[in-house]
């Protein structure tokens, strides 16, 4: 018992007379870095705020500049961001620009590709929290080069809304939701978006398209930018057919949207 306690004395006297070697050399060490950094013109960088140009110049900024030119480096401008839409709204009808693409425009609309969102409606931003489809809304999408809309038409509470699967959860408001849709077509006429619902009658109640079509009427202008096709056996018309305001007047119906669900 006697050896085992001064074993622990000695351990502690060590360890204690280790802290003031510890401190001196934290002394000497700091010493000796100051000493190096005033005697010895390390380089520094200055950034110079009125040419967004980097100077690189000695310890005081004027070190370097007595004996030789300072070195100028010009910072990295950033690569603008793409922009999708490189139609001109201006030149409706007489440009090939459709769908933010040249030479798109004398395609049918079944030959084109549509970058389409699915579960348009589902979105972190506007309210589904629990494993959304996508992080910002539909409007963001469009904006984007997005062309197709894949929105859940459902009956909530005898309400029609477009939800996924689960009317509390993140519902959107048809009107609200086409509203926007129509504002974006009235300041891009040379595009084409694809309409796909999908009718959600597991949701709450069945859902009647008669009501859904009354919400549409709802949206000045919407309607007006359906095209209507006659059938599998009608060819497509092409995007500018699609896009010219006279087209499919027959039926008092003109373009824009497709519609199609599922």
Request: hydrophobic share 35%.
């Amino acid at each position: 018992m006697g050896r085992s306690t001064s074993s622990r004395r000695e351990e502690k006297s060590s360890s204690f007379c280790t802290w003031p070697r510890i401190f001196g050399l934290v002394l000497v060490l700091a010493f000796s870095s100051f000493l190096i950094y005033y005697f010895e013109p390390w380089k520094r960088i200055g950034q110079d705020s009125t040419n967004n140009e980097i100077v690189i110049g000695g310890k005081n900024g004027n070190d370097l500049a007595a004996t030789s030119k300072p070195v100028v480096v010009e910072e990295p401008t950033a690569a603008p961001a793409y922009q999708f839409m490189q139609c001109d709204p201006n030149n409706t009808g007489r440009s090939d620009c459709c769908n933010g693409l040249e030479g798109a425009c004398d395609l049918r609309a079944d030959e084109i590709m549509y970058a389409t969102l699915h579960n348009g409606m589902a979105t972190f931003e506007d309210g589904y929290l629990f494993r959304p489809n996508h992080q910002s809304p539909l409007e963001e999408a469009l904006e984007a080069g997005y062309r197709g809309l894949n929105l859940d038409v459902c009956n909530c509470g005898g309400e029609i809304k477009f939800c996924h699967g689960i009317c509390g959860l993140g519902p959107r408001d048809v009107v609200e939701v086409m509203e926007n849709v129509n504002e974006f077509l009235d300041k891009n006429p040379t595009e084409v978006i694809v309409f796909i619902y999908q009718i959600d009658n597991d949701a709450d109640r069945n859902v009647d398209l008669n009501f859904f079509y009354d919400k549409m009427l709802l949206v000045d202008g919407l309607v007006d930018k359906l095209y209507v096709h006659d059938g599998p056996d009608t060819a497509w018309p092409t995007l500018r057919q699609l896009t010219t305001p006279a087209f499919n007047k027959v039926n008092t119906i003109s373009v824009h949207a497709l519609f199609e669900s599922v």
